[in-house]
């Protein structure tokens, strides 16, 4: 991260006050912008604004004060709620402003939104994130970046305030989302792999802190099985990505790759994996919650409770 700090308190507005939002909104402050914020929740937005910044109604209100829009939002769906909706930022978005999208999406709807927003004088980054809630608080994710050399002008020190590393992937909308959806793919499988080895520890009477241990320190090891397998063990899924978002986005690594008929053989029996915990009511809890579709799978008492 560059350190670069905002000259005279520039305003910047984010949409999207969820787990990554709420860091990188935190971040651009200690930066020194002049943050506004907005979210459908509009408590989300008043506390955030008790520790400086400032509480917008509507996305409409925030591309009216800021030159420079970061969508942080779910999908596709709510990003064109937020830009096209009802108090819709595009409407209100200035020629030369810059609208930052940083959702995981199909990268053709990234292209063809590009185009939509330049059609009304706006530029774009197709910016999607990774790293988790705690890297966006700490200003150290990463974004997987594509757009044209002036959006990347107009954004300036933006991105750096919010991420450690900033991939500049092309100088037109789509890298970014194709290199996020890739991301995905191993994001989607690796958790899935976590929890079927888990499973397999369990059910096999091998003590579940002691397989945690030794497989963290052994070449089986990911960083998934490191960190999603720590909640299994807690018994925690209070979602931090739920399964719901891996239902999703290894629906978009399919539909990508089923548009030039490549196999991705592994993915689809993640996505498989994914569907059937959210079919059996875990779809809003922690993607971790994918190991409960393995039958007769229980941990001790006081190590979580694994039963589906």
Known sequence: ??????????????????????GMAASLRRAGYRVHACDVRR????????DGGVACATPAEIAAACE?????????????????GEGGAAAALKPGSLFVMCSTVD??????????LAALGVLYLDAPISGGAAKAAAGEMTMMTAGRPEAYAKAGGVLDAMAARVYRLGDRAGAGSKVKIVNQLLAGVHIAAAAEAMALGIREGVDPEALYDVITHSAGSSWMFENRMAHVL???????????IFVKDLG??????????????????AHQMFMQASTAGHGREDDSAV??????????AGRGGLAP
């Open 1 to 22: 991260m560059s350190g670069t700090s905002a000259a005279g308190g520039d305003p910047v507005g984010v949409i999207g006050l969820g787990a990554m939002g709420r």
């Open 107 to 116: 990268p053709n709807w990234s292209i063809a939104l590009e185009a939509r």
């Open 43 to 50: 408590e989300a937005a008043e506390a955030f604004a008790k």
């Open 234 to 244: 807690a018994g925690d899924y209070t979602p931090l990505s739920a399964v719901d």
């Open 252 to 269: 978009l690594v399919l539909d990508t790759a089923r548009a030039t008929k490549f196999p991705l053989p592994l993915s689809a029996t």
């Open 291 to 300: 190991i409960k579709i393995f039958p007769g799978i229980e941990l001790p």
């Open 68 to 84: 420079v829009a970061v969508s942080v939002v779910v999908n596709a769906e709510q990003t064109e709620s937020v830009l096209f």
